[in-house]
């Protein structure tokens, strides 16, 4: 039954922690040391010492020392099995998620077209706020945005034209 809850309590920061072994650390030490009680603080700082110093993954160099520490062999194996199987399973997911993506590509390019358009919107919003202050400034805005989207006119004679009309009701 440890093997159980070692794989489990393994498989749950393997799930759970992203960012990389560095960032499972601070899991790994809450179900090692506070919730299971299976190390002190002293032994996971050595284990660190010894997960750091040998080549690979933080979090599976630790999750195999522990397992080794606890269950000698098959502890190792479970607790590796259990920190390296949902990456697997997370891959496995993606991909699917991918491959359906790809057949309907034009979902795709609807969730792209709104990821773009949310912060410029967003953005837009801001600079309406903090610079449409008053009555003539409303109307000077609604004015300036009717020219633009029915005028070609140069993006860059815009700026200059918009900027021009804010000094002038300015003075």
């Known amino acids: 039954m440890e093997y159980v809850n070692l794989f489990l309590s393994f498989f749950k920061i393997g799930f759970l922690a992203f960012g990389g072994g560095y960032a499972a650390l601070g899991m790994i030490q809450d179900e090692i040391v506070r919730i299971h009680g299976w190390m002190s603080n002293s032994e996971f700082l050595d284990l660190l010492s010894l997960a750091q110093i040998t080549p690979g993954p933080i979090a599976v160099n630790s999750a195999t020392y522990i397992g080794y520490k606890l269950l000698g062999l098959p502890g190792a194996i479970s607790a590796t099995l259990g920190v390296t199987l949902p990456s697997f ?83």
């Open 89 to 171: 399973l997370w891959v496995f997911v993606i991909i699917n998620l991918i491959e359906r993506v790809l057949r309907n590509s034009k979902y795709l390019l609807d969730a792209l077209k709104m990821g773009i358009v949310t912060p410029i919107l967003a953005a837009g919003i801001s600079l309406f706020r903090t610079t449409v202050v008053d009555l003539r400034t409303f109307i000077l805005a609604v004015a300036l945005f009717i020219l633009m989207r029915y005028k070609k006119i140069p993006l860059i004679v815009f700026i200059g034209l918009s900027g021009l009309l804010g000094m002038i009701l300015r003075f």
